[in-house]
């Protein structure tokens, strides 16, 4: 018996790197898989059938998936692809949104349309599935009377909590990516959808991007029994959790799964707070107190 028997999961990005691990572990313990992926380059440019290459992996180890090639900014094809998973399987239980690209360079040097390329495949690309995925849900919440037991897992980095020189695209779509997975904990916790992000770390295309990267790895690479901390799979096991009947409890959490650490995100919290009373702050004399209540316990100054 495996613990997503009966599931039926999308895994967006799955052609290669994290996503492919995803889509391989879902399988592996039981979950048909819809394997989405729009087979273009690590910076968004072209088409392909990438997504093929995965589905044949998951095939071959005697699992079930089918193909998606729908670029998930789009709504139409986000639409279609969450219609797909109903036609190929008969239901969507889990979504997990991690297509990504990469489009590196600092404020100076970028192009708006960089910009624009990565907000678009991340945020946009993670805000339509949910949205389709989540009518989808409601209609059937309505329907039935019940709670339908679904599971988004969005994908984060570590660059969108705490900042990366070189990312002001990329970090911005992860912390919205963070913010957008707590906002829809908040919108669809009543009709039984539990939404998560999980932050990964891995040797793939997009790290090999960056100065002084790993060799990429796929996750079909490395055998059952071997361990590589770089291995894109190492965070799957937690998604196959995630989106698993045992997690129904956990919702709008943000966790990383680093080698062999998982460590739950706190989020942005009060921090040391000074109070005037009833008056108004006087802007010249603010700097004084913050000086000796606030900056002095917790200086923020620059991390490098
Ligand atoms: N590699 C890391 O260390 C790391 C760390 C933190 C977060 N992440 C995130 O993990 C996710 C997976 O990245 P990866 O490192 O495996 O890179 P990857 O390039 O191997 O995989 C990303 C996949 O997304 C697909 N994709 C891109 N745009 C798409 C679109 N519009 N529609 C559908 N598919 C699309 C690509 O074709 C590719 O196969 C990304 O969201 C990335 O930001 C990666």
Redesign the pocket.
């Known amino acids: 018996m495996g613990m997503l028997d009966g599931k039926v999961a999308i895994v967006?990005?799955a052609?290669?790197?994290?996503?492919r691990g995803h889509a391989m572990e879902l399988a592996k313990n039981g979950a048909s898989v819809v394997v989405?992926?729009?087979?273009?380059s690590?910076s968004?440019e072209g088409v392909g059938r990438?997504a093929d290459l995965t589905v044949n992996i998951i095939k071959d180890r005697g699992g079930e998936a089918t193909a998606n090639y729908?670029?998930?900014?789009d709504p139409g094809q986000s639409e279609e692809m969450i219609a797909q998973a109903v036609e190929d399987f008969g239901r969507l239980d889990i979504l997990v949104n991690?297509?990504?690209?990469v489009r590196d360079g600092s404020i100076f040097n970028m192009s708006v349309e960089d910009f624009d390329a990565v907000i678009r495949?991340?945020l946009r690309?993670t805000w339509l599935p949910c949205k389709a995925a989540g009518i989808h849900w409601r209609a059937i919440n309505k329907e039935s009377g019940s709670k339908v037991n679904g599971r988004i897992i969005n994908?984060i980095?570590g660059a969108g909590l705490t900042g990366n020189f070189g990312q002001s695209n990329y970090a911005p779509a992860k912390a919205a990516i963070a913010s957008l997975t707590l906002t829809l904990s908040l919108e669809m916790y009543k009709m039984g959808v539990t939404v998560n992000a999980v932050?990964?770390?891995?040797a793939?295309?997009?790290?090999a991007t960056m100065p002084n990267a790993p060799a990429v790895v796929e996750a079909d690479d490395v055998g059952e029994d071997e361990w590589n901390r770089m291995d894109?799979s190492v965070s799957s096991p937690l998604v196959a959790w995630l989106a698993s009947d045992e997690a129904d409890h956990v919702t709008g959490q943000i966790i990383r799964a680093v080698g062999e650490n998982i460590i739950l995100m706190k989020g942005w919290e009060d921090g040391p707070t000074i109070d005037n009373g009833e008056k108004r702050w006087d802007a010249t004399r603010l700097g004084q107190q913050l000086a000796t209540d606030v900056f002095s316990t917790k200086a923020p100054g620059l991390r490098y």
């Not at 052609?15 to 996503?19: D, M």
């Not at 991690?98 to 690209?101: E, F, K, L, R, T």
């Not at 793939?204 to 790290?207: D, G, M, V």
């Open positions: 967006t990005g052609g290669h790197g994290i996503g989405n992926d729009v087979g273009g690590v968004g990438d729908a670029d998930v900014s991690n297509a990504g690209i495949v991340h690309g994908t980095s932050g990964p770390a891995a793939t295309r997009i790290t894109p």
